[in-house]
């Protein structure tokens, strides 16, 4: 198969009717999206990707009106955080309803769901009559794509076409949130932070968001396979670990490297297109801790991710 990179919405629209996959942009990372009421065309998805049966898809539709024609109980909650923060980079978890294919949830009773706030994907959902399912856009295991190239490098022969929307501005994954007796659980930190949602409604954190710096990994079967490049990644202070690996060719990440004037939000926009060309050009990676606060606690969840045993 050839693939295509364009910006023709209209031509997305098509091979997604058809029951094609096709590589999107979001304000995340680039997605792989399918008709997610098509349960064939949701398996090419996992085909594509190599993804594992059990790990279940984000459902992105228009805007908030379309959550209840998938979700059978919308907590209050959700629509005040809603009216803030979507469209934009939070999914959130609810009960299913029937129309949703098993395999879009991997056979669970639970759907998550996005309203992307990128303008192309926006354009697309709205004038599409289905919902797309879609997970970021790299094989399974390997670190999300956040710029069509990224898809192209990865994905080329495999998929019909690669809408271009350039490079994403958030550069990390949705923060993924349940609401639970009237408090949010965090169940993948984002852009939108716990701060910013602790504004609002009690947070609780599920598994592995509050890193510490320097400590260990937490379980492996929880990390080990998720964002990690080929290279090895090394956590710690990048001063004495440059010293340690002195003879190899290693490449820095660090917030003052991936941000001279040291945002966090500039610094999760690149961490994943640096990872990506240290792939290519050295031998290691040797990061150090972003301040665990704001969108720093979801940077180190990918570090600490990345840094996990690798096969
Ligand atoms: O920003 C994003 O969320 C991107 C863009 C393309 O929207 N998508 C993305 O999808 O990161 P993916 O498949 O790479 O990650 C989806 C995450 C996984 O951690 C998955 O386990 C979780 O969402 N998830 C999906 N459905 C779920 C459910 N029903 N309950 C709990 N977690 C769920
Ligand atoms: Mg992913």
Known sequence: MTTITGTEI???????????????????????????LDGRAVARIYEVKGRPAFNPLIVHVPDANA?????????????????????????????????IPDIVTAGGDSVAIRI???PMARALLERLPFPLAAPSANPSGYVSPVSAAHVAAQLSGNIAYILDGGHCAVGLESTVVKIEQGSIRILRPGAVTHEMLAAIAPVTEANTDKVLPGAGQ?????????????IPVIIGDVKLLAQTY???KVGLISLDELSPSRDLAEAAQKLFSRMRDYDAT??????EWMPNEGVGIAINDRLRRAAATQP
């Open 10 to 36: 209209s031509r997305a629209a098509d091979l997604l009717a058809a029951g094609e996959v096709v590589a999107i942009p979001t304000e995340t990372v680039y997605g792989l999206a399918a008709n997610a």
């Open 67 to 99: 959550l209840k024609k998938y979700a059978r109980e919308i907590p209050d909650l959700v629509f005040t955080l809603a009216e803030k923060f979507s469209p934009g980079p939070i999914t959130y978890v609810f009960p299913k309803r029937d129309n």
């Open 116 to 118: 992307p706030a990128h």
């Open 218 to 230: 937490s379980s492996p079967g929880q990390l080990a396979s998720h964002y990690a490049p080929r």
């Open 246 to 248: 002195k003879d190899r």
């Open 282 to 287: 050295v031998d290691v990676i040797l990061a």
